[in-house]
T-cell receptor, first 112, second 115 residues
Framework: GNSVTQMEGPVTLSEEAFLTINCTYT??????LFWYVQYPGEGLQLLLK?????DKGSNKGFEATYRKETTSFHLEKGSVQVSDSAVYFC???????????FGEGTQLTVNP | GAGVSQSPSNKVTEKGKDVELRCDPI?????LYWYRQSLGQGLEFLIY????????KSGLPSDRFSAERTGGSVSTLTIQRTQQEDSAVYLC?????????????FGPGTRLTVT
């Protein structure tokens, strides 16, 4: 079956530090890949997505590149802000359906 | 426009009682999903509805769980004879179509606590 594995958290960084959250997946066919973010007290929001190999999703300074050869979709940001503190979920939808399969989530805390 | 709404936001119930959780999707969205977020299991799919098609119930953890969607809009997730392991945040999402290229918009969730 499908699965998504994220790096274990929590992750604590200082403001303006570089962020990487690793994500690898197992799926049939060519899935679409997503990063969702959950800010404190809020619902899940789509942060970015990529639907085919070598696509780069980007939003709010965050980027992730769909790497089929390594089955990865790592999230990066060059300079994090306190407002980026949240839980980040990597997810996929495979070609046979539309349900999202999520990773475990990574708690990010950015200190001033 | 209005997003996905869920009610109640919090529900505390005694073990063995039945509960109903409600989801109002974004108007015009044909696909509706239920997920569960719990400490031990992370985020897991429960069920989805697409238009008038038969729902995909393959994620429901037991026959105590059921869901319906009336008139292609509002959905109710029912849990009968609740158990402590049912304690979780229940999330509803909707999308324009049942297709991986269409974003799923999530509601704020219902936090269920079974005592």
């Amino acid at each position: 079956g499908n699965s998504v594995t994220q790096m274990e958290g929590p992750v604590t960084l200082s403001e303006e530090a570089f962020l990487t959250i690793n994500c690898t997946y197992t799926a049939t066919g060519y899935p679409s890949l997503f990063w969702y973010v959950q800010y404190p007290g809020e619902g899940l929001q789509l942060l970015l997505k990529a639907t085919k190999a070598d696509d780069k999703g980007s939003n709010k300074g965050f980027e992730a590149t769909y790497r089929k050869e390594t089955t990865s979709f790592h999230l990066e940001k060059g300079s994090v802000q306190v407002s980026d503190s949240a839980v980040y979920f990597c997810a996929l939808i495979d070609t046979s359906g539309s349900r999202l399969t999520f990773g475990e989530g990574t708690q990010l805390t950015v200190n001033p | 426009g209005a997003g996905v709404s869920q009610s109640p936001s919090n529900k505390v119930t005694e073990k063995g009682k039945d509960v109903e959780l409600r989801c109002d999707p974004i108007s015009g969205h044909t696909a509706l999903y239920w997920y569960r977020q719990s400490l031990g299991q992370g985020l897991e799919f429960l069920i989805y509805f697409q238009g008038n098609s038969a729902p995909d119930k393959s994620g429901l953890p037991s026959d105590r769980f059921s869901a319906e969607r009336t008139g292609g809009s509002v959905s109710t997730l029912t849990i009968q004879r609740t158990q402590q392991e049912d304690s979780a945040v229940y999330l509803c999402a909707s999308s324009l179509y049942r297709d991986r290229n269409y974003e799923q918009y999530f509601g704020p969730g219902t936090r269920l606590t079974v005592t």
